[in-house]
């Protein structure tokens, strides 16, 4: 029966049961398969309230996206309306505008809550 995790020893006996799951080829809507999906869903959860990922840093965050998306720091300076702005705001040493924020959140999909933060 699975129940809710609660410690870090139920924690990594789910963990250790969802590999030996997951090196079994099971079927499509198996009852194995229903318990992996449950057991997964259980595991993150536990892991989102007992070790949580803090926030990526803004400039942190805009640099890793460009990169994922294969903009180049000139193509930012178009997105942000201001070519000196760029190279500040990457250096850190000009925090980000509202104006600023919106254009990144639409054009980039970086979510608000990461670009708004103290850094």
Known sequence: MIAPIKNNVQYEQALEHIYELMQAELAP?????????VLSILVKEYENLNFPMPKPNPVEAIKFRLEQLGITEKELSEILGYRSRKSEILSGKRKLSLDMIRKLNETLHIPADVLIQAY
């Open 29 to 37: 809507d198996s009852i194995e398969s229903d318990e992996l999906e």
